[in-house]
């Protein structure tokens, strides 16, 4: 079938180097690429048009959600894939992906891969449900699998709904995603998936994760260079203003405790096990100091 993808560059010239050879060895045919510069000062996008995509040149950085939006509007393929450029396709499961998507009412999100084939925690549960504590006390890993699955939903070996899941890679039918926004423009950067996931959600469209087909998610390269590390502040305060706007302050007071249980048992065990704690710290630092913000 005919589908789209879209990218959205910042600074991505090393990624598309892996993006753009994987997606001609895996698919069958090439698919109408649809790449969003974001005033990049690299030459991402020349080397984009190079290779053939239709390239979208922004003036400035709207923000991740308002690039992506940008791309849509050049899409008149049934199904749009929305791809991050830090991703590797292993194989066609995106043209798989997307026949799926085409006769759906569903966001579909493949399972993501570290690049040594690991797992990615990819996809989640609804955040702030009333029983959001036991896996902040009980590590799911322990749990049986009907309950490991419900609150570790990346672990998942068959297909099943998810409350959100992260957004380096997305199908859903071209249209679904114009009615949903997809992204709301006002989210600069961050938890524009979780965002997206919900108002999906409160519409009656499900998230669901596929994880039959697999991608390699490399990771927050233009984030890690502009933030000089993985920004735990603006993640946080991202998360908390997307959840209490979506779920209300209930949900936020759950979700803010689970967080934290999480994070502080995280810094015991592995303080228990001699082992480095430096980002479990900076993760409770940074949910602590978005509460006081």
């Known amino acids: 079938m005919t589908f789209a993808i879209v990218v959205v560059l910042h600074e991505s010239a090393p990624d598309l180097a892996r993006l753009l050879p994987s997606i001609d060895r895996g698919l069958p045919s090439r698919p ?20 053939g995509a239709d390239v979208v040149r922004l003036e400035t950085n709207p923000g991740f959600g308002a690039a992506n939006n940008a791309g849509l509007a050049r899409v008149s393929a049934p199904v749009t894939v929305l791809l991050n450029p830090d991703c590797e396709l292993r194989d066609d499961g995106l043209a798989r992906l997307a026949v799926l998507a085409e006769g759906r009412d569903a966001l579909l999100a493949p399972r993501l891969l570290n690049g040594d084939g690991s797992v990615q925690r990819s996809a989640h549960p609804v955040p702030g449900g009333a029983d959001a504590l036991l896996p902040a006390l009980v590590h799911p890993r322990v749990l049986p699998r009907p309950l490991r699955e419900r609150f570790d939903p990346w672990r998942a070996r068959a297909p099943r709904r998810v409350g ?7 199908a859903a039918r071209t249209d679904l995603l114009r009615r949903l ?12 998936d ?16 596929r994880p039959e087909v ?11 260079a502009a933030y000089g590390g993985e920004p735990y502040r ?9 959840i209490g706007a979506r779920l209300g302050p209930r949900a936020l007071d ?3 405790a689970a967080q934290a249980l999480t994070f502080t048992t995280r810094v015991a065990a592995r303080r228990l096990l001699s082992r480095d704690a430096t980002r479990e710290r900076a993760q409770l630092d940074a949910l602590r100091a978005a509460r006081r913000g």
């Open 32 to 51: 109408h690429v649809v790449c969003v510069d974001t005033a990049s000062t690299d030459d991402g996008a020349d080397r984009a048009a190079a290779w």
């Open 164 to 170: 959100w899941a992260i957004a380096a890679c997305l």
């Open 181 to 192: 926004g997809p992204f709301d423009p006002a989210h600069f950067l961050f938890a524009e």
């Open 194 to 209: 979780l965002d997206l996931c919900l108002r999906a959600r409160a519409a009656g469209i499900p998230t669901e994760l």
């Open 214 to 224: 697999a991608v390699v998610h490399h990771g927050a390269t233009s984030t890690d």
């Open 234 to 242: 603006d993640i946080a305060a991202a998360r908390r203003r997307i």
């Open 254 to 256: 759950r979700d803010d």
